[in-house]
């Protein structure tokens, strides 16, 4: 018979004694059902606590056999059938309602793609993700999720990215970009080249680290496993002494059951995994018990600037042309940066794309001067692209741009001269621009009561400032050096307490583990940065640290509130049974009550997930 | 020594967790288990000269636990 198959036999059984026991009483029939719940309910308990005996350990199921084995001793059959049967009927509740909580990280699991649709000589084949190896080709259809990290060869589609990141909109992929296993594919078609297969995946390992995170203890939580471990068997001797002072046996059994540690011991676990699973839903992982607990203190949110604040990625602001107009300059802007790695040629050259400026033409006699620019030649003109020293270097005339540089929008920005002929003509403006969202996530922060907001970056001086004061932060510091943000991170320790450090996790690793809580913000994909950090941001967005924050502080209160219930229904069952005269049924039915209602409490915390948006709460 | 994953019915009490630990922990050749609660999965490593798969099965059997799946070599 299966455990649902006891439930329900259990159930008529227990029914048919309380009813047998209010209509006729106690007749060798009623006292026959009652034994018979308590054979079926009864016998698992006392298996388990007899097996567990055999390897000394005194567990919750030995304070119910006992009791249960006291009160048909003293011919409360009742109170046998009743209790046996309340246990195991919470036990099942529980395993359900448990099953509940635990469920965002078992739907997560079950995003994990289960086909995978390959090019092979021509031929379309579908083999299970396992059987992918890297390099091979990998289609992908509306409706199907892609089954291993790659980069797209042909083809251009849509693609649904929660199940990384958590965030709905669906992303627009096509040649060269990159995809994640896991990811669902909305609309468009898919080629890509197999990157990462199986447990190299970004998806496996995310899987991988929840998985590890639930299972991650709280400290709270060790403290509470410690005590228990010391208070159950004390519980026993407690009840044989109120046994020899008072002759009571019934109130001695009675308190073997009240004094059950259920509700206590699973209160911290259970909102722990209902916090964790809900914030992988939302792309954010909190590796375990200690980091929810920690990241719900920090005093102080110190920021990386550059791909945490800004969005990492320059780009053009302006283009003014003196003589020409944008497009042509663009244009002759991107032709000579044509072979350019530089980050500012990029951005120009995406400039151009974006304004479907690029040519085809390609420039000539191409000579780079590191740190300063490049010269090239094209249709028989010579030209320069570069920063104020390669004007320098080539004493071109640029005082006619003077006044457009003066003007304070280009103050913290990057400009990128363009030259020919001896003379300027014309300016490209780059910046990384502050992330739409960084203000807003800044107001947010002090609203939940976080005391500063803190930018450590390496970049100069004058690009601090403005973003500084654009986010209007409490403090700032420019030029550092990873030494010095160690220092800098341990300072404001000793002045704030709880710092959190929020960068991309590569480049700041010395930080992010002297913090408090290192959170990487855009990790998605990158290994080092996944596991490098405590909390990891896996979307793009900045929002997801205000997300990180208050579900820790709700699973942390969450968790108060579970401690605090089990112990104020252990206080009233003991006086309860102390100075009322509880009979070991009632007391077995509140004590299931209470562990049910700490487990529908943490399940509570799910509802984050599906909150308005922007409602701090 | 080989290293294996249970995956065992729902665990509803971190109790049953910690009585799974210590019985493992008192079985011989099984090496460093580690029971975990939320994902009621059991990992360990057994030295085979002294215990099998279906010895570690046992044990957790004899407690009254079922184990649905087994992993190996991880």
Redesign the interface.
């Known amino acids: 018979m299966g455990k649902k198959g006891v439930v329900i036999l259990g159930s008529v059984l227990v029914v048919l004694s309380f009813v047998l026991y209010k209509t006729i009483g106690y007749r060798p029939v009623t006292i026959a059902v009652m034994l018979a719940t308590t054979a079926l309910t009864g016998a698992p308990i006392i298996y388990r606590a007899v097996a567990a005996l055999r390897y000394r350990i005194i567990g919750i199921d030995l304070l119910v056999s006992i009791a249960v084995v006291g009160a048909l001793i003293i011919g409360e059959f009742w109170e046998a059938a009743a209790v046996t049967f309340l246990f195991m009927f919470g036990d099942y509740l529980e395993s359900r309602t448990l099953e509940k909580s635990r469920s965002s990280i078992k739907n997560l699991m079950a995003l994990s793609p289960e086909t995978a649709r390959i090019r092979l000589e021509g031929q379309e084949r579908i083999v299970a993700p396992r059987e992918l190896e890297q390099g091979m080709s990998v289609i992908i259809k509306p409706g199907e999720r892609v089954a291993a990290d790659g980069v797209v060869i042909e083809g251009a589609a849509y693609l649904d990215q929660s199940s990384i990141t958590g965030e709905s909109e669906p992303v627009y992929k096509k040649e060269g970009d990159e995809v994640f296993s896991g990811t669902l594919l909305a609309s468009g078609y898919l080629v890509i080249k197999a990157l990462k297969v199986g447990e190299e995946s970004t998806f496996a390992k995310i899987l991988h680290l929840v998985e590890e995170a639930q299972d991650a203890k709280a400290p709270t939580q060790k403290f509470i496993e410690r005590f228990s471990k010391y208070y159950t068997p004390s519980i026993i001797v407690l009840a044989l002494l109120a046994f020899l002072i008072t002759r009571d046996l019934r109130m001695a059994l009675t308190l073997l059951v009240i004094a059950c540690p259920g509700a206590l011991v699973i209160s911290v676990p259970v909102s722990i995994v209902a916090a964790i699973g809900t914030s992988a839903k939302m792309g954010v992982l909190m590796k375990g018990g200690e980091v929810v607990e920690k990241l719900g203190k920090i005093q102080v949110a110190a920021f990386d600037k550059t791909g945490t604040l800004t969005r990492g990625k320059p780009t053009v602001t302006s283009v003014i042309g003196y003589g020409l107009d944008s497009a042509e300059l663009l244009t002759i802007a991107a032709i000579g940066e044509t072979y350019s790695e530089h980050p500012l040629g990029q951005a120009i050259i995406a400039e151009a794309k974006e304004r479907n400026l690029l040519s085809a033409k390609l420039p000539q006699d191409v000579k780079h001067i590191p740190g300063k620019g490049l010269c090239f030649t094209l249709d028989g003109q010579d030209y320069h692209i570069g920063n104020r020293a390669l004007l320098k270097e080539y004493s071109i005339e640029s005082s006619h741009c003077e006044g457009d540089l003066l003007k304070e929008d280009y103050k913290h920005k990057t400009v990128v001269y363009v030259a020919t002929g001896k003379r300027v003509v014309g300016l490209i403006v780059i910046s990384d621009q502050v992330r739409d969202e960084a203000p807003e996530v800044i107001r947010k922060l002090r609203s939940l009561g976080v005391k500063r907001s803190v930018m450590l970056t390496g970049d100069n001086q004058a690009t601090a400032t403005a973003v500084s004061a654009y986010l209007n932060l409490d403090e700032f510091k420019g030029e550092l050096l990873p030494a010095d943000k160690v220092a800098e991170v341990k300072r404001l320790q000793s002045e704030y307490g709880h710092v959190a450090l929020i960068g991309d996790g590569i480049n700041d690793a010395p930080s992010l583990a002297t913090a408090d809580v290192g959170i990487a913000i855009g990790a998605a994909g990158n290994d080092v940065a996944m596991e490098s950090s405590d909390v990891v941001l896996l979307g793009e967005k900045l929002s997801a640290l205000i997300d990180a924050l208050q579900i820790s502080r709700l699973a942390v209160a969450n968790m108060k509130q579970n401690i605090f219930l089990a112990l104020a229904v252990a206080g009233v069952l003991l006086a309860g049974v102390l100075f009322g005269g509880l009979t070991l049924s009632i007391g077995m039915l509140v004590h299931e009550l209470s562990v049910l209602l700490v487990i529908l409490n943490a399940v509570r915390l799910m509802n984050y997930a599906k909150r308005p948006k922007d409602v701090i709460i | 020594m080989k290293k294996i994953s249970l995956q065992l019915e729902?665990l509803?009490?971190?109790?049953?967790a910690?009585?799974i630990e210590?019985?493992l922990k008192?079985s011989q050749g099984v090496i460093d288990p580690e029971v975990?609660?939320?994902?009621s999965r059991v990992k360990l490593s057994y030295d085979e000269n002294l215990i099998d798969i279906e010895g570690v099965k046992k044990v957790i059997a004899?407690?009254?636990y079922g184990t649905l799946d087994v992993k190996e070599g991880l």
Not at chain 2, 12 to 16: I, M, N, R, W
Not at chain 2, 36 to 39: D, H, I, Q, T, W
């Open positions: 729902t509803s009490c971190p109790t049953c910690a009585k210590v019985a008192k975990l609660f939320n994902s004899k407690l009254g």
